[in-house]
């Protein structure tokens, strides 16, 4: 009788092994997925925050950049070229507006350029922080109110609907937003490596 008792306990264990197993590799597959599935998603995130936001303004602040700097080197040179040229020369000097003209076309490009071209990449990397807002990391997301500032202030600068010494006692120059500039590359990086170690 205690033999046919324990065969019996036997059977019984033996019949629950398998499904306990079954469900317990079925819990542990669930676990998994569910795991991979919200690891996916993160990635996916990370993956549109470079994509959608990060990369697209950083982009439009390199070409900000570029163009600044290429600007400054063509007017330095073309400073000292004229300072060079205008000590050649007797005070005052016939055809100063003639020889002047390159000159001045150089600051007209500039004036465009700024217009034409800075002010509207400018006008981009807000609208894309605007429409990707929720992309940015909290620390980006602070320099927000910033850029819509200097945006704003530089879009009726243009419009000549602010004098310039009300400009100046705002300080409306680029410098209050390298700050903004160097987060925008370090979030970048950071981004960059989570997914690298993915």
């Given at each position: 009788m205690g033999d046919s008792n324990g065969m019996y306990f036997l059977h019984f264990i033996n019949e629950l092994i398998a499904p306990i197993c079954t469900l317990l590799a079925g819990y542990i597959g669930v676990r998994y997925g569910l795991k991979q599935i919200i690891e996916?998603?993160?990635?996916?995130?990370?993956?549109?925050?470079?994509?959608?936001?990060?990369?697209?303004?950083?982009?439009?602040?390199?070409?900000?950049?570029?163009?600044?700097?290429?600007?400054?080197?063509?007017?330095?040179?073309?400073?000292?070229?004229?300072?060079?040229?205008?000590?050649?020369?007797?005070?005052p000097f016939e055809d100063h507006d003639k020889e002047f003209e390159p000159y001045r076309k150089t600051i007209e490009?500039?004036?465009?350029?700024?217009?034409?071209?800075?002010?509207?990449?400018?006008?981009?990397?807000?609208?894309?922080?605007?429409?990707?807002?929720?992309?940015?990391?909290?620390?980006?997301?602070?320099?927000?109110?910033?850029?819509?500032?200097?945006?704003?202030?530089?879009?009726?600068?243009?419009?000549?609907?602010?004098?310039?010494?009300?400009?100046?006692k705002i300080d409306a120059s680029e410098n209050q937003l390298l700050p903004f500039y160097d987060e925008l590359e370090n979030r970048l990086a950071i981004l960059k490596k989570a997914l690298k170690g993915k």
């Amino acid at each position: 009788m205690g033999d046919s008792n324990g065969m019996y306990f036997l059977h019984f264990i033996n019949e629950l092994i398998a499904p306990i197993c079954t469900l317990l590799a079925g819990y542990i597959g669930v676990r998994y997925g569910l795991k991979q599935i919200i690891e996916q998603k993160r990635v996916d995130f990370v993956e549109r925050q470079l994509r959608e936001f990060y990369s697209p303004i950083i982009g439009f602040r390199k070409e900000i950049q570029a163009k600044s700097a290429l600007r400054l080197r063509i007017s330095n040179a073309a400073n000292e070229a004229w300072q060079e040229f205008c000590a050649t020369k007797s005070h005052p000097f016939e055809d100063h507006d003639k020889e002047f003209e390159p000159y001045r076309k150089t600051i007209e490009y500039d004036n465009a350029q700024l217009e034409n071209e800075l002010m509207p990449l400018y006008e981009k990397m807000l609208k894309t922080f605007s429409e990707n807002y929720w992309l940015a990391d909290p620390e980006t997301a602070k320099w927000y109110p910033k850029l819509c500032d200097f945006v704003e202030l530089w879009r009726r600068w243009l419009l000549r609907n602010i004098p310039s010494d009300v400009i100046k006692k705002i300080d409306a120059s680029e410098n209050q937003l390298l700050p903004f500039y160097d987060e925008l590359e370090n979030r970048l990086a950071i981004l960059k490596k989570a997914l690298k170690g993915k």
